[in-house]
């Protein structure tokens, strides 16, 4: 699941560069796909200490805690 989140992750940031090219593109586009993407990054940080099992089928209170941004992982630069 760990390599899923991160694949769709991968995916849904290059939807994101080619919607940006669009004409209409403005800041509720870039809000939603934006936070598309860090859904995935949150929820396979979260889950990669999870147990095999709990990560293919979590509860949606455990899918919900996944997609929260990480309070244990510090921006680097």
């Known amino acids: 699941m760990l390599g899923y ?3 769709d992750a ?3 940031l290059a939807a994101l560069l080619r ?3 669009a004409e209409d593109f403005g800041e509720p586009e870039f809000r939603v796909n934006l936070g598309h993407v860090y ?4 929820r396979a ?3 990669r200490d999870a147990a095999t099992d709990v ?5 949606e ?3 919900e805690a996944w997609t ?3 309070t244990d992982l510090e921006p680097v630069g």
């Not at 859904?39 to 949150?42: R, S, Y």
């Not at 990560?55 to 509860?59: E, F, K, N, R, T």
């Open 5 to 7: 989140e991160l694949e």
């Open 61 to 63: 209170e455990q899918r």
């Open 19 to 21: 919607e940006m090219e």
């Open 55 to 59: 990560a293919l089928d979590p509860s």
């Open 45 to 47: 940080w979260h889950m």
């Open 10 to 12: 991968a995916e849904a």
């Open 68 to 70: 929260r941004f990480p």
């Open 39 to 42: 859904a995935h990054l949150n």
